[in-house]
Nanobody
């Protein structure tokens, strides 16, 4: 089972980036999916999650109104559209999946993790 993120990079404050995550090895169509991030010197935090159907989403207060999570179950992918980026958004972003949406919302662990992709927002 593998999750592979893409789309990270360097962007100026106020800009946008779109992260994508492709899953392989099994179908994730019945799993919750989400994105964590970890900034230098800070704890890892759950910033967005989406239920298996896409009908329920969660956003951390720090990104609500700026980030949008979406998924495509046919393609086994999840995406994170990041708008109005700020220097504080600089972090390594990790794609995750879990069979339990409620467990994912606890923001501590997940069944599967990607390797992470670095997002750097310059001021």
């Amino acid at each position: 089972v593998q999750l592979v993120e893409s789309g990270g990079g360097l962007v100026q404050a106020g800009g946008s980036l779109r992260l994508s995550c492709a899953g392989s090895g099994r179908t994730f169509s019945t799993d919750a999916m989400g994105w964590f991030r970890q900034a230098p010197g800070k704890e890892r935090e759950l910033i967005a999650a989406i239920s298996w159907s896409g009908g329920t989403t969660y956003y951390a207060a720090s990104v609500k109104g700026r980030f949008i999570i979406s998924r495509d179950n046919e393609k086994n992918t999840v995406a994170l559209q990041m708008n109005s980026l700020k220097p504080d958004d600089t972090a390594v972003y990790y794609c995750v999946t879990d069979t339990a949406y409620a467990k994912l919302l606890q923001g501590r662990e997940a069944d599967y993790w990607g390797q992470g992709t670095l997002v750097t927002v310059s001021s």
